[in-house]
């Protein structure tokens, strides 16, 4: 019937780059979804979804809501959702993420940080408490105990 919507895909206005298509630079948009199927010598950031086709690569950083991946990226990835890697799919970098999921024949040559947003915060308000703690304590009066030795 028609497209069927890959899980948090946003909807909107598309970007395709064409197989074929050398783009020499960065790519900064609010598309819904970036598809590179040609390819693109620069960064790219957008705050949708981003799509590397089989024949797609980018030699650049990325920064993307959800991003899948069946081309080849050469450079530092942050995802502030998920990364999908498909069958032959090739990451060179570093990765940040919430969550990852990748087939068995994809390759990642980096390291992968994923952290999530409840993890985030709880760590944030253990920092936050212990900090108030040391606030406390030296705020607290001290006892001077040689004052009462002498009462």
Same mark, same amino acid.
């Given at each position: 019937? /028609?497209?069927?919507?890959? =899980?948090?895909? &946003?909807?909107?206005?598309?970007?395709? $780059?064409?197989? =074929?298509?050398? $783009?020499? =630079?960065? #790519?900064?948009?609010? !598309?819904?979804? #970036?598809?590179?199927? /040609?390819?693109?010598?620069?960064? $790219?950031?957008?705050?949708?979804?981003? $799509?590397?086709?089989?024949?797609?690569?980018?030699?650049?950083?990325?920064?993307?809501?959800?991003?899948?991946? *069946? /081309?080849?990226?050469?450079?530092?990835?942050?995802?502030?959702?998920? #990364?999908?890697?498909? *069958?032959?799919?090739?990451?060179? /970098?570093?990765? !940040?993420?919430?969550?990852? *999921?990748?087939? +068995?024949?994809?390759?990642?040559?980096?390291?992968?940080?994923?952290?999530?947003?409840?993890?985030?915060? &709880?760590?944030?308000?253990? +920092?936050?408490?212990? *900090?108030? +703690?040391?606030?406390?304590? &030296?705020?607290?009066?001290?006892?001077? !105990?040689?004052?009462?030795?002498?009462?």
């Amino acid at each position: 019937m /028609g497209k069927r919507n890959r =899980g948090n895909v &946003a909807t909107g206005e598309n970007t395709v $780059i064409g197989e =074929g298509t050398v $783009i020499k =630079g960065d #790519i900064v948009s609010d !598309s819904a979804v #970036i598809r590179v199927d /040609g390819q693109v010598d620069g960064g $790219i950031q957008t705050k949708g979804d981003l $799509i590397i086709a089989t024949q797609g690569v980018v030699n650049g950083d990325v920064t993307a809501t959800n991003l899948n991946l *069946a /081309g080849k990226i050469l450079g530092d990835v942050e995802i502030g959702n998920k #990364i999908e890697i498909e *069958a032959n799919g090739k990451l060179l /970098g570093n990765i !940040s993420t919430k969550l990852l *999921a990748m087939d +068995e024949t994809a390759v990642i040559q980096g390291n992968v940080n994923m952290t999530s947003d409840t993890a985030e915060t &709880a760590e944030n308000k253990t +920092e936050e408490k212990t *900090a108030a +703690e040391a606030e406390d304590k &030296a705020d607290a009066p001290k006892e001077d !105990s040689k004052a009462e030795d002498n009462a």
